[in-house]
């Protein structure tokens, strides 16, 4: 027996949870966490890479390549926690788990087109955003993540 006591202002008493009793997350949801989780290990691999290129292959505007380094090391950041709070069925992951696929589909987008188009980059971003959207939408998510 496990006794949770929460100090949040929409649940003001003592709980009492039973091992049996406790409601098991859905399969989606944790779908949901491993994919996200793997975005953010995708973005921390992303700064290490980019990290080495500062000093391996120095551009043509290091304050540029600095900032750009710092952008992904803060997504990948941002993912980590969207994946602790998805983990404990936070109800804002939901939007922050939406914000973060549709900038990453326009990033893919982006890898279609252009001078340099890269659609093997583009398909490996798109893939599993779209995926993302599809879990993040889907009924026993958003049930689990409003408490509804």
Same mark, same amino acid.
């Given at each position: 027996?496990?006794?949770?006591?929460?100090?949040?202002?929409?649940?003001?008493?003592?709980?009492?949870?039973?091992?049996?009793?406790?409601?098991?997350?859905? /399969?989606?949801?944790? @779908? !949901?966490?491993?994919?996200? #989780?793997?975005? *953010? =290990?995708?973005?921390? %691999?992303?700064?290490?890479? +980019?990290?080495?290129?500062?000093?391996?292959?120095?551009?043509?505007?290091? /304050?540029?390549?600095? @900032? !750009?380094?710092?952008?992904? #090391?803060?997504? *990948? =950041?941002?993912?980590? %926690?969207?994946?602790?709070? +998805?983990?404990?069925?936070?109800?804002?992951?939901?939007?922050?788990?939406?914000?973060?696929?549709?900038? !990453?589909?326009?990033?893919?987008?982006?890898?279609?087109?252009?001078?340099?188009?890269?659609?093997?980059?583009?398909?490996?971003?798109?893939?599993?955003?779209?995926?993302?959207?599809?879990?993040?939408?889907?009924?026993?998510?958003?049930?689990?993540?409003?408490?509804?």
């Amino acid at each position: 027996m496990v006794f949770v006591v929460s100090y949040l202002p929409r649940i003001n008493r003592y709980e009492i949870l039973d091992a049996a009793t406790r409601h098991p997350r859905p /399969a989606l949801l944790v @779908a !949901l966490s491993a994919l996200i #989780a793997l975005e *953010a =290990v995708a973005f921390v %691999a992303v700064t290490v890479f +980019l990290i080495v290129e500062i000093f391996a292959a120095p551009a043509d505007s290091v /304050a540029s390549a600095i @900032a !750009l380094t710092v952008v992904v #090391a803060i997504a *990948a =950041v941002w993912l980590a %926690a969207i994946v602790r709070g +998805l983990w404990h069925s936070q109800p804002w992951t939901r939007g922050a788990t939406i914000v973060v696929q549709v900038l !990453l589909i326009a990033i893919a987008v982006g890898s279609f087109q252009g001078i340099g188009p890269r659609p093997d980059i583009g398909w490996l971003i798109l893939a599993p955003a779209i995926v993302a959207l599809v879990l993040v939408l889907s009924k026993p998510v958003q049930r689990e993540l409003t408490g509804v």
